[in-house]
């Protein structure tokens, strides 16, 4: 089965040159769009299934041994990741058939969405640093096109933003990957995390550590240099909007945790004391940005920030709880922050407005989308039994049992606040009475749009996803816990991909 492990990169990649061919036709481009998500999706759960027999699956690339060839490997964290971009790449196709224009639809937006999620998914399953740095490059490529696609003003200038943090990322990146292997002679992480341990020049490494915190951090949109995501991610289609805060954040993520479980864990008591200041000033910055705003997704956009720190949190802490909670935190959040998205636009289509101060009365007309909001908004506060709060108990028990007083503070402090952001957007979207310059043509449903459905069809199915995660916590559990584990015994991994040379 070690095919299954290069189907996620395969599948979106023939679905995106597919895309190419029809580029003529809409229609055609609609529904390989559609095909080519639940093949990813599919192909992600048998990802899934066979690491979960094997432990891990992993396949050398033109029959090069490791760790000469190049490598792909997934353990239960990369098959998870996998299926989460199965399941929002599903979601995203689905409501872009009827919330993307058509001229953006004749100008690449769906092999621009297929390249993104091959780029996803590779970086996902990569067990080679330098090629780590190209799948992050391919995303990098599509998600600016699919940022600036429509040419509008707020949409360039957000992509300028976006493009020069991410530019300067991926340059400390490069240069941490040439002197690593400079260091140690090699670019397959698994063969790092064997060699790196042997070096004698613990600055240098700690050095170097320091360049990929860097590195993923931007990418991830921690603190410090975090400013690019809400200065971007409120200016492009909707549907692009939830997919790069579903998915192109936690590429950062997760690269974090794979470096700083399987190569710079020599030196925690360093590395993951400023992981924890990370952790805690990400949280704050991005709650208190997402109280000062009143545009309904730029509060969503600060809102990323803040739960980046809360999985980086369960890095830093470094125990095996906190690992669970993190892990735990990403499959949540994920679903959660791309259904938010997704509602904002549907209550963009049916008020023409994202500006909180100018809507009102959708709880009066569409009650039905109402519910469909709160349950990834208490969800994403924390509220129980919804999947936010599992997620936010277990990092704060895995800090209490640290005794780590302040940053558990910070974190429960951070849902507080979350709570009233959500709080706020409920009041000024949906209970307060629709102000008299709001046009209700279509919130009353006196205007049809036969397309209303489709945009709801995918948020109904994420807002299933939140309340399964919620109402069925142990198995979700046992699934984070498993990969935890995988995680804090970076020998398997290692043996997995090297095998006899280990």
Known sequence: MSYAVALPIFVPLLAGALSVLCWRSVRWQ????????????????VLLQAVQADGFVVMQMGGWAAPFGITLVADLLSAIMVVL???????????????????????????????????????????????????????????????????ERAQMEGAIKYVTLNLFSSAVFLSAVGLLYGTVGTLNMADIGQKLAQVEHHGMVNVLAMMFMVAFGIKAAAFPLFFWLPASYHTPLVAVSALFAALLTKVGVYALYRVFTLIFNGDVDYTHTILLWVAGATMLTGVLGAAAQFEFRRILSFHIISQIGYMILGLALFTPLAIVGGVFYIMHHIIVKANLFLVSGLVYRLTGSYDLKKLGGVYKYRPGIAVLFLIPALSLAGVPPL???????????????????????IALLVGLLTLYSMIKIWAEVFWKAPPEELNTVRLDGQHKDASLWLMQLPIAGLALCTLFIGLNGQPIY???????????????YIEAVLGDQS
């Open 85 to 151: 971009t199965g399941i929002i790449a599903v979601a995203i196709a689905v409501y872009s058939l009827a919330a993307t224009p058509e001229r953006h639809e004749r100008f690449g937006y769906y092999p621009l969405m297929h390249l993104l999620l091959a780029g996803v998914c590779g970086s996902f399953v990569t067990g080679d640093i330098f090629n780590l740095f190209v799948w992050f490059e391919v995303m990098l490529l599509a998600s600016f096109a699919l940022l600036t696609l429509g040419g």
């Open 30 to 45: 609609r529904v390989i769009a559609v095909i080519g998500s639940s093949g990813l999706l599919i192909s992600s759960v």
């Open 387 to 409: 999947s936010g709060f599992f997620a936010k108990f277990i990092l704060v028990r895995a800090g209490l049992e640290m005794e780590a007083w302040t940053i558990t503070a």
């Open 478 to 492: 046992e699934l984070a816990s498993a990969a935890a584990e995988q995680l804090l015994d970076p020998t398997r």
